[in-house]
């Protein structure tokens, strides 16, 4: 503890972040009731997935950068896909395209709806776990459970499996997946997207802090649709580009505390993906009941409050669902499983909407077809400047509360940003350390 | 439980994806009788709670790759009645053991600016190269059907059955035309553990060998028929060397095809 102005200090720390993927910490230092520093810590092993795709085949890259996260192994399948897709100059159209965004609408529906009740909502309603809060609240818990249980559906049914599909190649498909079974998830998705619009009326009327941040937002806008796999580099700030120009207008650089590389612009600003990102780029296309349940629960046209991405969640959840059904009711059998992409050595980049942001790969492939060059940049290693600058500005009022009450207020803000920390390679140690 | 206590479970991670915890997280519909019968806790992903050891059942996901990671299992292993190594990564290594094939020195520098703030050992390495391990759980993930038997059975005090009969036998009850034989398709369901359910083959591709190596293994007659299907000798190597690299079959036939 210490007393503002008497020049004790302090060093507050969270070992373990819990509730979020992957392990990172927290390390916060005071003086005189002032905040030094705050710095994450994402101490997970490094993998160097980046190196070792060297000298593999270009084929391979989907199947093997999907492990890089197993909450979001469909978002890497997709952007290394479009990578590579892009270096051969092949488009994927029609009902090819729409299956892909088909099996994207299950992994948002699965991420979201375990951020939703499993990791989050504890927060809101005081308990340390989901396990916790159902037996208080059986009926909210089963229904986030459900709304998982029916993105998986979606994905097992085009991917073979939900964690690391494995029916996903460059192309398109191997196998496409039988009308009787894709019909068969009507009925479910029906149920999830009645579910998620009641759900997000719920949790509009929870307690939210009263803190609000002028965030650069970053995310893909496609001139007709909410974005999945498509899309100009946009941000609220004036980029505008299209994702072959990446490297000129996000940088990466190392920072010692953390085995993730942080990004910023070009003009050293840190910047914010995922869910409000896209929606305050991207909200005019929502589908219709999407917007309806944004209108409804008060959202505006920026939501610029991170402790609301649950209500942006639970909307683009919506908006998931609706999708899913408008594909499943339109023409979705094709010709063929998968277009042919032939080799042609060169560079290609690929960036596609991860649940918690974009996610941008780079390859460069020989005449052999093999990798020679590639990078790799997840969501949660360009938002971790921002985070840590949104939990100085939340704790900047706040330092002479408790050391407890500090951990639980920063790793709660942590949990907004549904921070994969697996994918920015990598566990939060909270300490706070006042000198 | 002689004591009327509840059984204690605890859910650990070392280097990986998170896909294999997140495989009992997908056990929606048992999830909330599970937890009402067991006590689940350290489980980063899910609960705040922190609960000290001891614990009857330890479920371990990831690989060794460092220093204080190899310290961690020991302390694990000392505090667990029962441990039980989930995936490719905790049970060979993982894909981030293709390391073990390379210089690590050089990884580091590649992907990092400054090399020297990043710990890491030479090698990736399965759990079971550290502490004593009871049962092993394979797949890349783990199949979720799979995993909760192991957990119930564990808990009941039974004896888990891990089958470690090959991807062909799944392959043939599900009634799959061999996609090897009758495609020319290069598969490596005849060396790779079952567990799955033939998923690959059933989404007509070759299996990847995300279950491991099965108990009895000919990788090198495997080997001269994906040759002779025109496979070259480095696609060969690439093709055992993946979420199993370190796997010993596995990395025996990619290192005979260096």
Not at chain 1, 144 to 154: A, E, F, I, P, S
Not at chain 2, 181 to 188: E, R, S, Y
Not at chain 2, 208 to 214: I, L, M
Request: with cysteine; proline share 6%.
């Amino acid at each position: 503890m210490s007393e503002p102005g008497s020049g004790d200090s302090r060093r507050i720390t969270v070992d373990l972040l819990t509730r979020v993927e992957g392990e990172g910490a927290l390390t916060l230092r005071t003086r005189g009731g002032e905040l030094e520093s705050c710095e994450l810590r994402i101490f997970e092993p490094p993998r160097f997935f980046e190196a070792f795709l060297v000298g593999r085949h270009w084929t391979e890259a989907p199947d093997i950068t999907a492990r890089i996260c197993g909450i979001c192994p469909v978002a890497y399948q997709m952007s290394a896909c479009h990578a590579m897709e892009a270096m051969a100059g092949v488009r994927i159209d029609g009902p090819l395209r729409d299956l892909r965004r088909l099996l994207y609408c299950g992994e948002w529906i699965e991420s979201h709806g375990l951020h939703v009740g499993m990791l989050q909502l504890p927060d809101f309603l005081g308990y340390p776990d989901a396990i916790a809060m159902a037996r208080d609240h059986p009926e909210l818990v089963r229904t986030t459970l459900r709304l998982k249980q029916t993105g998986n559906r979606v994905m097992r049914t085009l991917g073979g499996r939900e964690i690391h599909p494995v029916n996903v190649r460059l192309g398109g498909f191997y196998r496409l997946p039988a009308r009787a079974d894709l019909q068969a998830l009507v009925p479910e998705l029906e149920w999830a997207l009645d579910a998620a619009r009641g759900l997000a009326e719920r949790i509009a009327e929870l307690e939210f802090p009263d803190f609000h941040q002028d965030y650069e937002l970053v995310a893909l806008v496609h001139p007709d649709e909410y974005p999945f796999n498509e899309g100009r580099l946009v941000s609220t700030a004036g980029i505008d580009v299209p994702v072959g120009r990446y490297d000129e207008v996000l940088v990466e650089h190392q920072s010692p505390h953390s085995t993730a590389l942080h990004t910023a612009t070009a003009r050293g600003t840190p910047v914010l993906m995922g869910p409000l990102a896209r929606y305050a780029l991207n909200h005019e296309r929502l589908t219709p009941l999407a917007r309806e349940t944004a209108a409804r629960i008060g959202l505006g046209a920026v939501v610029d409050n991170p402790f609301r991405a649950i209500c942006v969640r639970l909307v683009e959840i919506v908006f998931a669902c609706e999708e899913a059904l408008r594909i499943l009711r339109g023409t979705v059998s094709a010709d063929q499983a998968a277009v042919p992409v032939p080799l042609r050595a060169g560079t290609g980049c690929g960036a596609t909407e991860a649940p918690r942001g974009l996610c941008y790969h780079r390859y460069r492939v020989d005449a052999d077809g093999l990798i020679t060059e590639a990078k790799i940049v997840a969501p949660t290693s360009v938002n971790q400047a921002r985070i840590e600058a949104d939990l100085r500005a939340l704790l900047a009022g706040e330092l002479s509360r408790p050391d407890d009450e500090l951990r639980f207020l920063c790793e709660r803000a942590i949990r907004n940003y549904d921070p994969c920390i697996s994918c920015a390679t990598h566990f939060l140690d909270l300490r706070v350390e006042r000198s | 439980m002689s004591d009327g206590q509840p059984l204690r479970l605890a859910v650990w991670k070392l280097a990986s994806c998170d896909g294999c915890q997140l495989a009992l997280l997908d056990c929606e519909d048992e999830l909330l009788t599970l937890a009402s019968r067991v006590e689940i806790a350290p489980f980063a992903e899910v609960t705040s709670r922190t609960d000290d050891g001891p614990w009857d059942l330890s479920l371990v996901e990831g690989s060794v790759s460092t220093p204080a990671d190899a310290e961690r299992v020991r302390r694990i292993r000392a505090g667990s009645r029962v441990l039980v190594t989930i995936g490719a990564c905790a049970t060979a290594g993982g894909i981030q053991a293709l390391r073990n094939f390379a210089d690590v020195d050089a990884f580091r520098r590649a992907v990092y600016a400054s090399p020297e703030t990043v710990e890491a050992l030479a090698r990736s390495s399965p759990v079971s190269d550290h502490v004593p391990v009871d049962y092993e759980l394979h797949g890349c993930p783990v199949d979720r059907g799979q995993l909760l038997r192991v957990i119930a059975d564990v808990l009941a005090g039974n004896r888990p059955h891990l089958s470690g009969a090959s991807v062909c036998e799944e392959c043939k009850r599900a009634g799959n035309v061999c996609v090897l034989v009758a495609h020319g398709t290069p598969c490596l369901g005849p060396v790779t553990r079952g567990g799955c359910g033939a998923l690959c083959p059933s989404c007509a591709r070759g299996c990847y060998g995300c279950f491991g190596p099965a108990d009895t293994t000919n990788a090198p007659a495997l080997s001269a028929r994906l040759e002779a299907l025109g496979m070259s000798r480095p696609a060969v190597l690439r093709f055992y060397r993946s979420f199993n690299a370190a796997a010993p079959p596995f990395a025996d036939e990619s290192i005979r095809h260096e």
